[in-house]
């Protein structure tokens, strides 16, 4: 059986993969053939993630084993086979390419297409370009400020937190009630 898969991303909006693999390969292989779809190197950590119909995050298949001491189970990509846990279409992915700044493709199972097998994944549709693999840290943290700036100029103080005077009244000591017999 193949599965197709497509992957977008929500930094460029005209960009696509669509990629067909055997439903027995690995997600290490689905992993390699993601990134030599879009030009990536293949030295940095990343994770699949199986998402609900929300892309609500769930089960995280590793590039490798972290040394986790949770008692869910360990998924290392070159050990589980697509069809161990990619059962039907419309199932939903995220990839994470790039842990520091949570960049990630969000895929979709868009069929499965029984009879046929493919020894390689191929990508069979390429629109617009990738994100770039590595952004630029220094203008990532400029964004970062930028946007939480914003947040703050855009907050209310008074509907956060009520009145914006001080009232000696309203605030006693706190010791009041505090007996020390």
């Given amino acids: 059986m ?19 693999i055997d439903a027995n390969s690995s997600f290490f292989q689905l992993r390699n053939a993601i990134l030599d779809s879009v030009n990536y190197t293949k030295d940095d950590m990343d994770s699949f993630f199986l998402c609900d119909d929300e ?30 846990l990619i059962e039907e279409e419309g199932q ?15 895929m979709e199972m868009k069929e499965a297409v029984p009879g046929r097998n493919l020894s390689d994944p191929i990508c069979t549709v390429k629109r617009g370009n990738p994100p770039v693999q590595r952004v630029d840290m220094d203008e990532f943290e400029r964004q ?23 009232n000696d009244d309203e605030l006693g000591s706190g010791f009041e009630d505090l007996s020390l017999n």
């Fill in 2 to 20: 193949v599965y197709k898969f497509k992957l977008v991303s929500d930094e460029v909006s005209n960009f696509s993969r669509e990629i067909e």
């Fill in 55 to 84: 892309w609500q995050r769930q089960e995280e298949i590793t590039l490798e084993d972290m040394g986790s001491s949770s008692d869910q189970d360990i998924w290392i990509m070159d050990d589980t086979p697509l069809n161990e």
């Fill in 92 to 106: 939903k992915l995220v990839f994470v390419f790039d842990y520091l700044t949570e960049r990630s493709f969000f």
């Fill in 144 to 166: 970062i400020d930028q946007n939480v700036k914003k947040q703050v100029e855009d907050l209310d103080i008074e509907d956060l937190y009520g009145d914006t005077e001080y």
